[in-house]
């Protein structure tokens, strides 16, 4: 709010001079009856400042003013006065007065405005009154008349008179008296209303000039409570026809001094809600002075930052002091209840809305648009994401509690429903803004890796729903004028589900294009040694942290991909197809091997590590279940039989007796040397090939040996012992029996551990 100091000035040592003049004016009327009775002069008519258009401007309505307020002021201004009887004992500066509140000049109070000289010389005079010009009033003014000192020191004595605060709680029971009974007929003297107008009016000009406005000694609540008083009188005689005329100078008295006194509440709630801005930049307001010719400008003195607060770094529980929350209480009631509801509750949300977003920044959260999440790469959106999650359950969990119960502190009792309104406001204002960075990552280009970051704020805005209905059932239980707040809360749930569904359908697909991505996996380059493919590897890995979030997920495929073939659990089917076109997969891929065993070895390894897996993750098995586990176990075990089949069949072949080693009982030496031949050959390419092998499951490799030598070495060791003597010692024997049994367990033990080699180099 922009004010002309020098008319702020003026507005300030103005009440106090006008106050002085009424008073000492009623006085000498009622001690000067006798005197107009005989036809005697009156009393001295006020100097010509009094009849002024600055005079006549402090009593139209401000720019700021709520509607309602405005209109009542308004009204009050184009009522007609009743006319003047030219015979009641008015003095003639009484009736000039008069004639002028009928139309006031249209200004307000408190809007900048440019003052020429001349205004600025009234402002003077105005300010500095008779002390400074005494002499020159009591050379002016007629013999046997009041002068401007006598009316002061009436004025003085008036407002001494009574209790510890002068004139205010002198009058306060007049005005509540009339404020209770108007309807009733109850009157009031007009002389009266004016007093305590500018009884109230003193008061707040010397509280704007004290350094601590809320000092313990009650002064603050009694100022309040006048102030409120003040309200209540304007409100009255507003909406009183009858009133409006009797008093048109006093009701114009009173409507001034409540904008004046609206203006001074609003700058202390701004200054209790932001103190950090406050301390920074405080206005030296220098005291009123009967010394100086002009007033001097506010200045606005720039002080150090304090380092305590600026050190700590901890958000505190409650944002204010208790004693800052009563405050703000009492000044709230006092606004709200003066008619001034909209400029208080803006001012509060504004407030209150700027410390939210400072303590969402102190966590990291940036507001970003929707373009530029979108051309972000996936490692800052990433980290974007995870500072949106941090900052969106801060919110959820306890800047709203906060918000809630400051709302229902500060505007507690009869404005309980401003305080919800206030409240709803401010939460779908922090929640719409942080619901437009779903909707940006919602739009991002889907890929696989952002599936998890996805559930993880799918799983915060799911939490966030409980949070707001019980909101919506406090707002419900209360009266029927706070259904506008329930209207917010219900568009702000709305807005939530909204976002919980764009992020939800954005998980499904993200999940279903794992589909994808395996069906157009079909590289034609076999992996070397029949290891693991990368391709099982990132399924498997990828699905098993999919499973950490399986109650997620299976509320959004509910909610985003109905099957009816899903059973109870459209998540689980759709887990076992992906299983099952892995699988197809790899079979396609088995294919690219030449050697039929090592397309065994391929799948073996393969549905082991799949295997593996899903045992090692209970939310995998649980998802999957025991029957495609028993068919995982079933399949492996039958590409171990083909492996044995195709590689040890044809060594176990060499070494049985099929009729050709012995004739009639006679051993033939020729084709036991080539059996002997054909077995060194066959270990000896078995060793050098499948010693290059992979199978990198240590169990699985275990017993793949131990079921080989099972059936290799007793075979080995029965033929040795039969044919070993058909050679006579020496070199014969060492040119065909090359392997002992234990020489073919060695081979045995050395396969499949991805090292080639030959027996030659083993020797």
């Known amino acids: 709010m922009v004010i002309d100091e020098d008319s702020k000035g003026a507005r300030s040592a103005?009440?106090?001079?006008?106050?002085?003049?009424?008073?000492?004016?009623?006085?000498?009327?009622?001690?000067?009856?006798?005197?107009?009775?005989?036809?005697?002069?009156?009393?001295?008519?006020?100097?010509?400042?009094?009849?002024?258009?600055?005079?006549?401007?402090?009593?139209?309505?401000?720019?700021?003013?709520?509607?309602?307020?405005?209109?009542?002021?308004?009204?009050?201004?184009?009522?007609r006065t009743t006319p003047i009887d030219p015979h009641c004992p008015l003095s003639p500066a009484r009736r000039?007065?008069?004639?002028?509140?009928?139309?006031?000049?249209?200004?307000?109070?408190?809007?900048?405005?440019?003052?020429?000289?001349?205004?600025?010389?009234?402002?003077?005079?105005?300010?500095?009154?008779?002390?400074?010009?005494?002499?020159?009033?009591?050379?002016?003014?007629?013999?046997?008349?009041?002068?401007?000192?006598?009316?002061?020191?009436?004025?003085?004595?008036?407002?001494?008179?009574?209790?510890?605060?002068?004139?205010?709680?002198?009058?306060?029971?007049?005005?509540?008296?009339?404020?209770?009974?108007?309807?009733?007929?109850?009157?009031?003297?007009?002389?009266?209303?004016?007093?305590?107008?500018?009884?109230?009016?003193?008061?707040?000009?010397?509280?704007?000039?004290?350094?601590?406005?809320?000092?313990?000694?009650?002064?603050?609540?009694?100022?309040?409570?006048?102030?409120?008083?003040?309200?209540?009188?304007?409100?009255?005689?507003?909406?009183?026809?009858?009133?409006?005329?009797?008093?048109?100078?006093?009701?114009?008295?009173?409507?001034?001094?409540?904008?004046?006194?609206?203006?001074?509440?609003?700058?202390?709630?701004?200054?209790?809600?932001?103190?950090?801005?406050?301390?920074?930049?405080?206005?030296?307001?220098?005291?009123a002075s009967f010394e100086q010719g002009g007033h001097e400008a506010d200045r606005c003195v720039l002080r150090p930052p304090d380092n305590a607060a600026h050190s700590a770094h901890a958000e505190p529980t409650q944002p204010y002091p208790p004693e800052t929350v009563d405050r703000l209480r009492s000044i709230a009631d006092t606004m709200v209840g003066a008619g001034y509801v909209t400029e208080c509750t803006q001012m509060f949300l504004v407030a209150r809305r700027n410390a939210f977003d400072a303590s969402l920044r102190a966590l990291g959260y940036e507001k970003a648009s929707i373009d530029d999440v979108v051309r972000m790469t996936w490692e800052a959106l990433e980290t974007e994401i995870a500072t949106w999650i941090k900052a969106f359950r801060h919110t959820i969990r306890k800047g709203f509690t906060t918000e809630h119960d400051l709302c229902a502190h500060v505007f507690a009792g009869r404005h309980a429903s401003v305080g919800r309104a206030i409240f709803a406001d401010l939460a779908r204002c922090v929640m719409l803004n942080m619901l437009n960075f779903t909707e940006a990552v919602a739009m991002t280009k889907r890929s696989a890796e952002k599936l998890f970051k996805v559930l993880d704020m799918y799983e915060a805005i799911r939490d966030a729903s409980p949070v707001i209905d019980a909101f919506l059932s406090v707002s419900a239980n209360d009266e029927p004028?706070?259904?506008?707040?329930?209207?917010?809360?219900?568009?702000?749930?709305?807005?939530?589900?909204?976002?919980?569904?764009?992020?939800?359908?954005?998980?499904?697909?993200?999940?279903?294009?794992?589909?994808?991505?395996?069906?157009?996996?079909?590289?034609?380059?076999?992996?070397?040694?029949?290891?693991?493919?990368?391709?099982?590897?990132?399924?498997?890995?990828?699905?098993?942290?999919?499973?950490?979030?399986?109650?997620?997920?299976?509320?959004?495929?509910?909610?985003?991909?109905?099957?009816?073939?899903?059973?109870?659990?459209?998540?689980?089917?759709?887990?076992?197809?992906?299983?099952?076109?892995?699988?197809?997969?790899?079979?396609?891929?088995?294919?690219?091997?030449?050697?039929?065993?090592?397309?065994?070895?391929?799948?073996?390894?393969?549905?082991?590590?799949m295997l593996q897996k899903i045992r090692g993750s209970p939310e995998t098995n649980a998802m999957l279940g025991e029957t495609w586990a028993r068919k995982q176990s079933t399949n492996l075990r039958q590409y171990h039989k083909n492996y044995q089949r195709e590689t040890w069949n044809r060594v176990l072949t060499l070494l049985r007796d099929d009729g050709v080693l012995t004739v009639k009982g006679h051993v033939q030496k020729p084709q036991v040397k080539d059996r002997f031949k054909q077995f060194n050959s066959a270990m000896d390419e078995i060793h050098k090939t499948q010693g290059a092998w992979v199978v990198s499951d240590e169990q699985l490799q275990s017993e793949l040996r131990v079921s080989i030598a099972a059936v290799v070495v007793p075979a080995y060791r029965s033929f040795l012992g039969r044919f070993a003597q058909t050679f006579s010692a020496g070199r014969q024997t060492e040119k065909y029996i090359k392997l002992s049994g234990e020489d073919v367990e060695g081979i045995i033990d050395e396969l499949f551990d991805g090292n080639p080699s030959s027996m030659t180099r083993r020797r």
């Open 96 to 287: 000039e007065m008069d004639s002028r509140s009928q139309a006031p000049l249209k200004s307000s109070s408190f809007s900048s405005a440019t003052t020429n000289k001349a205004a600025r010389e009234v402002d003077r005079n105005l300010s500095l009154g008779a002390l400074r010009h005494g002499d020159h009033d009591r050379r002016g003014a007629p013999a046997g008349a009041a002068t401007w000192e006598q009316i002061n020191e009436e004025g003085e004595e008036e407002e001494e008179d009574g209790s510890g605060e002068p004139g205010v709680s002198a009058l306060s029971g007049e005005i509540d008296a009339f404020i209770a009974g108007h309807d009733a007929g109850v009157s009031i003297p007009e002389a009266t209303l004016e007093k305590f107008a500018a009884a109230v009016e003193q008061e707040i000009a010397q509280s704007e000039n004290a350094r601590d406005k809320w000092a313990a000694d009650g002064k603050g609540e009694l100022l309040l409570a006048a102030i409120a008083r003040v309200g209540a009188l304007a409100s009255v005689l507003a909406k009183n026809t009858e009133a409006s005329a009797k008093y048109t100078s006093g009701a114009h008295r009173v409507t001034a001094v409540l904008q004046h006194a609206m203006s001074f509440l609003e700058d202390e709630f701004h200054a209790l809600l932001e103190p950090k801005a406050a301390d920074t930049c405080k206005l030296a307001r220098r005291p």
């Open 481 to 609: 004028a706070a259904g506008c707040n329930s209207d917010a809360l219900t568009d702000l749930k709305a807005e939530i589900a909204a976002a919980r569904s764009r992020i939800g359908e954005s998980a499904a697909s993200i999940f279903c294009e794992l589909e994808g991505s395996i069906r157009a996996d079909a590289g034609k380059q076999p992996v070397p040694g029949g290891a693991v493919h990368p391709l099982t590897r990132y399924v498997m890995n990828y699905l098993k942290y999919t499973c950490e979030y399986n109650s997620t997920l299976e509320q959004v495929f509910r909610e985003h991909r109905r099957r009816d073939d899903a059973g109870d659990n459209p998540f689980a089917a759709q887990l076992t197809d992906v299983m099952e076109l892995l699988n197809t997969n790899l079979e396609g891929k088995s294919r690219l091997y030449k050697d039929p065993a090592l397309s065994n070895i391929f799948l073996m390894n393969n549905g082991r590590y």
């Open 14 to 79: 103005a009440p106090l001079v006008h106050s002085q003049l009424k008073l000492g004016q009623a006085r000498q009327t009622l001690s000067n009856k006798k005197c107009w009775n005989n036809g005697e002069h009156p009393c001295p008519q006020p100097p010509a400042i009094l009849r002024s258009p600055f005079c006549s401007s402090i009593l139209s309505p401000p720019l700021h003013a709520n509607p309602a307020t405005r209109a009542d002021h308004q009204q009050l201004l184009t009522t």
